[in-house]
């Protein structure tokens, strides 16, 4: 096998995902956790409204104007950790989301800026 360094090993192996579909959910978890600054507790406040990105992708058609749609996810609480201060989701990951799956532009950069 070519490259087998880049499959070895617990980090490459990805999300395993069933036919019946468990585990997409851990999945989608994960595609928002790669975006920079994203905590599991943000994660988790995106995958709770939105459990699916295709669900997410609809409500983001709906919107009515691309202001609505950059800030659909901004508001989303985020459970605090104990003892800490409530939180949200916020514009600038909202508008990242958003972009992520918007876009047509496979050039863009969703972090520059941030």
């Known amino acids: 096998q070519a490259f087998s360094f ?3 090993g617990h980090w490459a192996a ?3 995902v069933a036919r019946d579909g468990t585990g997409l959910q851990a ?3 994960r595609q928002i956790r790669q975006f920079s600054r994203v905590s599991p507790a943000v994660a988790d ?3 709770t409204a939105f459990p699916s990105p295709r669900l997410l992708q609809q ?3 709906a919107c009515s104007t691309e202001r609505e749609r950059m800030g659909l996810l901004a508001d989303l609480p985020v459970l605090p950790r104990e ?3 409530p939180r949200r989701v916020g514009p600038d990951l909202s508008r990242r989301i958003c972009l992520f799956l918007t876009t ?3 050039d863009l950069l969703l972090d520059l800026g941030s």
């Open 83 to 85: 003892g800490g201060s």
């Open 104 to 106: 047509a532009n496979p």
């Open 27 to 29: 999945a989608w978890r």
């Open 45 to 47: 406040a995106v995958v």
């Open 59 to 61: 409500a983001l058609e």
């Open 6 to 8: 880049c499959t070895a």
């Open 14 to 16: 990805g999300e395993p």
